[in-house]
């Protein structure tokens, strides 16, 4: 199912009784030096990352609490003050989400297993007769619509909320996640994960506010033709995507 706004699912009907509609179905990949449009970095509310148990056998707090690591790879600052690939952090603050206990544990629960990220800051605490220690501060807190295994990058999805007078239009932005570049893309293509209709209303809404997170590829769409030369979409199609909690 391709995810659209209701203006946008009239507008797709209008086309696909004129000469807008995608004459042609083959795709590529989008690199990100050759994306549709560009637009600034926002401003950042903390690195998105994996969570996983310290299962190391020491004295807590200098084991036992859990390693962050940041999407796509990227280094992450440490409460140390160095960059590496993960780091390790006595606690999990999720405070700023809102969980009831149990909420609490089912979250870190589906974390733990790559169902669930968290975005925010790793932080400094001081832990009596140990020093400062790294702990997360999470500022949000993303779930996955089912089981299934993500492939691809990670984006942060936004419907820009206008319409086109003909396809493809480009008014929907993808932020690859802790690397700041944003593309402009045509179409959203979610099918490939199987979600449930009400997890897809649900990612209609949280693509309207610009929190739904994505794990996929942005893709040419084949438009080009004789008669419109250059005509191409871009298609950002996920094998995974994941609501915010709040």
Not at 112 to 122: C, D, H, K, S
Not at 147 to 160: C, I, M, Q, S
Not at 175 to 191: A, F, K, M, P
Not at 202 to 208: F, G, H, I, K, R
């Amino acid at each position: 199912m391709k995810i659209k706004s209701l203006p946008l699912m009239a507008l797709a009907l209008a086309c696909a009784a004129s000469a807008c509609g995608p004459e042609g179905n083959s795709t590529q990949e989008v690199s990100q030096t050759e994306s549709a449009a560009t637009a600034p970095i926002p401003v950042s509310y903390g690195d998105y990352v994996a969570v996983e148990r310290d299962l190391r056998k020491c004295i807590h707090p200098l084991c036992g609490g859990f390693w962050v690591s940041a999407l796509n790879g990227q280094g992450l600052r440490c409460a140390d003050g160095t960059v590496s690939k993960k780091c390790y952090v006595v606690e999990l603050d999720l405070r700023h989400l809102g969980f009831t206990p149990e909420e609490e544990r089912k979250f870190i629960a589906q974390a733990e297993v790559g169902q669930a990220y968290l975005q925010g800051f790793v932080a400094r605490q001081v832990f009596p007769n140990f020093g400062y220690l790294g702990i997360f501060r999470s500022t949000e807190g993303f779930v996955a619509a089912n089981r299934n295994r993500p492939v691809g990058k990670y984006y942060r999805a936004e419907d820009l909320g206008f319409v086109c007078v003909r396809a493809p239009c480009f008014n929907q932005e993808a932020e690859l996640v802790n690397v700041g570049t944003i593309t402009r893309y045509s179409d959203l293509d979610l099918r490939r994960v199987g979600a449930t209709p009400g997890q897809l209303a649900a990612a209609q809404v949280a693509l309207d506010n610009g929190k739904l997170l994505i794990a996929g590829a942005l893709l040419k769409s084949g438009l080009s033709t004789s008669i419109r030369p250059g005509n191409t979409g871009v298609t950002l199609r996920a094998t995974q995507f994941y609501l915010p909690v709040r």
